[in-house]
């Protein structure tokens, strides 16, 4: 049987990337969507960044199936889209583990782990110098 929250046929799943983690909730219904408390057009503004996020869902035709709830904190936009697809992507394949094949191949379940590079010492940022002077 699938992990569930409070409610017995809640499916939950943690998508990261960069710096952006996303605790995603699938809950079967009508294709509701949250995100931190918002709708989706208000959150997610770039219709870009909306298809990245629910890709997992359209890919495996459970668009409408779920109501999906959101809370996602830290990093930018682009980077929380990612996160949620990845969150989301996590959740169906609890919710129905036949989907592991299809969510596989297209890359869903693979958490993107480029991170941005330390600054370091000695130097203005991760790879940039100080201006050198010959003379």
Do not use: C, W
């Not at 960044?49 to 996602?72: H, M």
């Not at 110098?129 to 003379?135: C, D, G, L, V």
């Amino acid at each position: 049987m699938a992990t569930a929250s409070a409610q017995s046929n809640a499916f939950l799943g943690t998508g990261r990337r960069k710096t952006s983690v996303a605790r995603v909730r699938l809950v079967p219904g009508t294709g509701k969507v949250v995100i931190n408390d918002r709708t989706v057009d208000e959150y997610l503004t770039v219709p870009n960044q909306r298809t990245i996020a629910f890709q997992p869902l359209a890919e495996t035709q459970n668009v409408g199936k779920y109501d999906v709830f959101v809370s996602v904190l830290g990093g930018g936009v682009s980077g929380q889209a990612g996160a949620i697809s990845h969150g989301i992507a996590r959740a169906l394949l609890k919710a129905s583990p036949d989907l592991k094949g299809i969510l596989r191949k297209k890359g869903f379940l693979t958490r993107d782990s480029r991170m941005k590079e330390r600054k370091k010492y000695g130097q203005p940022g991760a790879r940039k110098r100080f201006q050198f002077s010959k003379r």
